[in-house]
């Protein structure tokens, strides 16, 4: 049986989760692969740390860079993250004529198309199933698994630290800032959770599923991104009371005139499986013409259940060992000899142009004629209304307050559209304070 020697380029949660896996399960995953799998050098500054966990028969070195032009390395497993010198082991490694097995969804949604393009030139395989969803095959199931389908559209939560804040703010009643130190507390949530509650870690993952799903170039700079920290209580409330969860969403979907790319605070309805992912759990809904819509449910983060994707793609690449380039699966999904300019293009549509549906709070004084003037201004933008919920004072502000809250769900209307009814309707001066608006997202 042949040998694959592997290089790891870091040696923290899901390095040492890798590792471990990979000792452990050794047996079957060479049967599976047809070679025999190690690891054979570790690079991580605490080297200290990294003998503690690999022991004596595996090289440990500080210097990363040594690692990728070794000659004794088949395979690089880049585990470092960021954008920086990440970027330039990726590729020098792929320079050197490496594999390079990744789980960092920023590098390669900020600049996956050079990597991936570099990797083409040199014939070598990036494989990254651990940089979406965790252990979640979601990229192998649209890249392989779907490839009959025309994909309509891609929704998942694929942040764990986000839907674990979501979940305890609804279950507990509790505001965003409580269940967020509490999220670090039980290290759900890094010190500093400004990727996580700002979206943009599902930004990135979704930037990749997208490219996947509809044959497009990786373009995370032109997703639209908000995050949970605006977030309050009532409304994810409200949402019960109408039906609805709110979950943080990353969408991408095929539209009359390009492609739909975002993230954001979405109501769900609580029919949808989806809805009732709790915790720090991920899942993907993908819908396909010609299947319908399927629902990729698990652990979208932590050490084994990221190692287990990790690991996949070690697998995939020892099985393709002397194999013509020409064979691999193309990265993205797509041939890119067989993609025509008009669908290489497609262009990423700007929010403003998006059409979906929406919940509207507006606290307003409670005096007569109030919901007639907003209800008026909807329609005169052509804006229908699904549905209406009024809270009268003391469910709102205590009893023999003079204010209430007016919460409005309407049909699918153009973002820009609702953009000029919101300006008309927050300059009303019985309107006191800001309108919350979020998107309604029905996923069937």
């Known amino acids: 049986m042949n040998r694959i020697r592997v290089g790891l380029l870091g040696i923290g949660t899901v390095g040492a989760g890798t590792f471990t896996v990979l000792k452990r399960n050794q047996e079957e995953i060479s049967r599976r692969a047809g070679h025999e799998i190690t690891i054979t050098v570790v690079a991580d500054l605490d080297t200290n740390r990294a003998r503690s966990i690999v022991g004596d028969d595996v090289e440990v070195v500080a210097d990363a860079q040594q ?38 969804k920023a590098l ?64 507990k009643g509790l505001d965003f800032g409580t269940v967020l130190k509490e999220a670090q507390r039980l290290g759900y949530a890094e010190a500093d959770p400004t990727f996580d509650i700002e979206g943009i870690d599902a930004a990135h993952k979704t930037a990749l599923m997208s490219a996947i799903a509809f044959g497009i170039p990786v373009q995370f700079d032109k997703a639209h991104i908000e995050g949970i920290t605006k977030l309050e209580r009532i409304d994810i409330q409200y949402a019960e009371q109408l039906g609805y969860r ?3 969403l990353g969408i991408a979907k095929r539209a009359d005139k390009g492609i739909e790319l975002r993230v954001h605070p979405s109501l769900v309805p609580t029919r949808r499986l989806i809805a009732s992912v709790e915790g720090a759990m991920n899942a993907v809904v993908v819908h396909g013409d010609a299947l319908g819509t399927t629902l ?32 691999y699966t193309p990265v993205l999904g797509f041939q890119s000899a067989s993609l025509n300019a008009a669908q290489n293009n497609l262009p990423v549509l700007p929010i403003e142009e998006v059409v979906t549906s929406y919940y509207l709070r507006a606290r307003v004084a409670d005096e007569p004629g109030v919901l007639a003037q907003i209800t008026t201004i909807l329609s005169n933008h052509g804006v229908s209304i699904d549905a209406l919920l009024q809270r009268e004072s003391d469910d709102v502000l205590g009893e023999g307050a003079d204010q209430t809250d007016l919460i409005i769900l309407t049909h699918r209307t153009r973002e820009g559209t609702m953009n000029d009814a919101l300006a008309t309707i927050q300059a009303l001066p019985t309107v006191l304070g800001s309108v919350v608006r979020l998107r309604k997202e029905e996923l069937n």
């Open 67 to 104: 690692v990728v032009t070794r000659d004794d390395v088949d395979v690089v497993i880049e585990l470092i993250g960021g954008y920086g010198i990440a970027k330039t082991l990726v590729l020098a490694a792929i320079e050197a004529g490496k594999h390079v097995v990744t789980a960092n």
């Open 108 to 171: 390669l949604a900020v600049h996956g198309t050079e990597i991936f393009a570099a990797a083409a030139r040199k014939g070598v395989i990036v494989a990254y199933e651990a940089a979406v969803a965790g252990g979640i095959p979601i990229i192998k199931a649209l890249r392989e698994g779907l490839v009959a389908n025309r994909i309509d559209w891609v929704a998942g939560i694929v942040n764990g630290t986000t839907n674990f804040i979501l979940s305890e703010m609804r279950d």
């Open 296 to 327: 990729y449910y698990g652990a979208g983060a932590g050490s084994e259940p990221t190692a287990s994707a990790v690991i996949a793609d070690l697998v995939d690449i020892a099985r393709l060992q002397g194999a013509d380039p020409a064979h």
């Open 246 to 248: 709110i979950k943080l």
